[in-house]
């Protein structure tokens, strides 16, 4: 097995994120400071230390419903303006400090609506703090807006997110427990995001089978899969090696749809029981278009080079792994084509090269026959 990768080589490198939410990546000190502020007294403690312990011992308990628990709390302080526009400043600015380049961050809109602000304050509050961000930092962050699977306002959430798309809204998605909340209860959603031709991911494959993964697919049309670890169960495995990929798995490969992998989420969630036994390996073996994401910064304790870190420690991915990771994920993103190819050549490749001792790259002009 190679060596493990250092996490200081790993916060150099250029990264790409693409499911994490905001709402799971909040500071605890900010958490205090916010309920102090707006008058919540729901935290179970207000140091933010032992805040952060909570968070991840509620997260770590082996089942989506009690990892969702935590979100009480983060959400009740993200009901004005200014808190909403302070996190998302510093989501921006903990991301760039890890060595993100691009990252699209998601959240639901609603759960802000509880004091008053409207869905499109609360849109606003976030573009501005990730516009602070990306001024300050460099680090380029989209948002992308989920409806929630037990509600039925899908379809408002939908239009809000397309009527936001010159406004740094780059996709629309739907979040929550997935167990009797199947995607295709909310297809009009998706068909109002397709007819506007715009991008469209779905949590699915994480507490539920493939069949979840099949409808968000062929019935609501996702381009990419959020988590989408349970694809595992439409391969046949022996002596831990995949032998045979079934119709959905050869599928999703042929067609090169991306898979959102959170491996330590996984983990705390029970979708997997160790980082160990994570597909990740499998599918990165079978060429899937595999990305790695946090999912939920604060509730899993880790960043993405921490993520990272982790899959070298359990599988001993290398440099170059990372790298293909990340150019994965970049090709997957919901950004134009001249954008995912210029953060691809002029921050991804010269990144890695710098990191490998490798001469600067020639300044890249795509080819006219591209």
């Known amino acids: 097995m190679s060596a493990v990768i250092p996490l200081e080589t790993l916060r150099a490198a250029p990264k790409v994120l693409l499911h994490d939410h905001l709402d799971g990546g909040l500071r605890p000190a900010t958490i205090v400071e916010l309920a102090r502020e707006q008058g919540y007294g729901g935290l179970p403690t207000t140091d933010p230390g032992e805040l952060a312990r909570w968070f991840h011992a509620s997260a770590a308990s082996g089942s989506l419903p009690l990892y969702l628990r935590g979100f009480a709390h983060t959400i009740a302080v993200l009901q004005t303006a200014e808190a909403i526009e302070r996190v998302a400043y510093e989501?921006?600015?903990?991301?760039?400090?890890?060595?993100?380049?691009?990252?699209?961050v998601r959240y639901a809109p609603v759960f802000s609506t509880a004091k008053g602000l409207n869905l499109e304050q609360v849109v606003t509050s976030v573009e501005r703090g990730f516009t602070r961000a990306e001024r300050a930092f460099g680090v380029v962050t989209r948002q992308i807006v989920c409806a929630m699977r037990d509600r039925t306002d899908s379809l408002e959430m939908a239009?809000?997110?397309?009527?936001?798309?010159?406004?740094?809204?780059?996709?629309?998605?739907?979040?929550?427990?997935?167990?009797?909340h199947p995607p295709k209860a909310h297809l009009e959603a998706f068909q109002l995001c397709r007819r506007e031709n715009?991008?469209?991911?779905?949590?699915?494959?994480?507490?539920?089978?493939?069949?979840?993964?099949?409808?968000?697919?062929?019935?609501?049309?996702?381009?990419?899969?959020?988590?989408?670890?349970?694809?595992?169960?439409?391969?046949?495995?022996?002596?831990?090696?995949?032998?045979?990929?079934?119709?959905l798995a050869s599928y999703i490969r042929d067609k090169r749809i991306?898979?959102?992998l959170c491996p330590s989420s996984n983990v705390d969630t029970g979708a997997v029981p160790t980082l160990e036994a994570h597909p990740i390996r499998h599918l990165m073996a079978q060429r899937f278009r595999v990305?790695?994401?946090?999912?939920?910064?604060?509730?899993?304790n880790v960043t993405l080079s921490e993520e990272l870190r982790r899959l070298s420690v359990a599988f001993g991915i290398t440099l170059d792994d990372v790298e293909k990771l990340t150019i994965n994920a970049m090709k997957s993103a919901f950004v134009g084509y001249d954008e995912r190819i210029a953060v691809i050549y002029d921050r991804i490749k010269p990144g890695f090269a710098k990191l490998r001792g490798e001469p600067a790259l020639a300044g890249f002009r795509l080819p006219p026959s591209a």
């Open 198 to 247: 715009f991008s469209i991911t779905i949590h699915a494959g994480e507490a539920f089978g493939p069949p979840s993964i099949w409808q968000a697919l062929q019935y609501c049309g996702a381009h990419r899969i959020g988590h989408g670890v349970r694809l595992v169960e439409d391969m046949a495995i022996d002596q831990g090696r995949v032998v045979k990929l079934g119709p």
């Open 159 to 180: 239009e809000l997110a397309v009527a936001f798309r010159e406004r740094g809204v780059v996709g629309f998605d739907i979040a929550g427990e997935e167990a009797g």
């Open 291 to 300: 990305t790695v994401n946090t999912d939920n910064r604060l509730m899993s």
């Open 258 to 260: 991306p898979l959102e």
């Open 91 to 104: 989501c921006g600015e903990d991301l760039a400090r890890d060595g993100v380049v691009y990252a699209e």
